[in-house]
Structures are given as C-alpha cells and as structure tokens.
C-alpha cells in the first residue's frame, strides 16, 4: 500500500526559508513521480513542481516558485522542496503527491496523496 508522509513547513517572515519532505512507500520503484502541490481556502489545487525517477529525473516547476523553489529527490522515496525568498502569496497548505508512471502537472493524474503541511509567509 502506497504511503505518503509529510513533514517540515512553519512560519516565517516574507524573504526566509523553509523546507518541505516528503517519505513514501510503496512505489513502483522504476517508474513513478512525486510532485508538491498546494491549495488556499476556497482555491483550488494546484501544481508546485514535479519530479520523475527514471530517464534522466525529469523536473517541472510552476512559473511562481522558478528562482525560488528547489526540489530535490533523493531515491524513489524521498522527496524535498527547498522554498527561499518566500513572499506572503506562498501562504498555504502544502501537499506531496505521487504516481506510478510518467511525469504530470494536473491534480487528476495523481492518486496518492500525503497530509497537507501548513506554510506562513508573514509581511
């Protein structure tokens, strides 16, 4: 059974620091994607970044976090989002998601889900 744990996020000041993991197991160990996506009050999801673990770990960012965000994939369990320069828009809920299979962007494609983590981004 395909597990995901989520930890890191917190509060900060617009311009700090924080960083996300994400742990699974489960996973189709050669062909399968994790991605980060997050979701505001009333909003609907949406995508942060994604990253394969086959032909070369292929890695997509949303065009708000590029310059910011870093993700990071260790294995095929292990997942990462370095978050700098952050600004008040990034206050949200944060989730991981995976698949077995190629990369994708949209929330439809994934069907294993972590905990969302809380970020706040203060003025």
């Known amino acids: 059974q395909v597990q995901l744990v989520v930890s890191g996020g917190g509060s900060v000041q617009a311009g700090g620091s924080l960083r996300l993991s994400c742990a699974a197991s489960?996973?189709?160990?050669?062909?399968?994607?994790m991605a980060w996506f997050r979701q505001g009050a009333g909003k609907e999801r949406e995508f942060v970044s994604a990253?394969?673990?086959?032909?070369?770990?292929?890695l997509y960012y949303a065009d708000f976090v590029k310059g910011r965000f870093t993700m990071t994939r260790d294995d095929a369990n292990k997942l990462s989002l370095q978050m700098n320069s952050l600004v008040p828009e990034d206050t949200t809920v944060y989730y991981c998601?995976?698949?077995?299979?190629?990369?994708?962007?949209?929330?439809?494609?994934?069907?294993?889900w972590g905990q969302g983590t809380q970020v706040t981004v203060s003025s």
């Open positions: 489960g996973l189709f160990f050669n062909t399968n994607s």
């Open positions: 990253i394969t673990y086959y032909g070369g770990n292929i």
């Open positions: 998601a995976a698949k077995d299979g190629t990369i994708a962007t949209e929330v439809v494609d994934y069907n294993y």
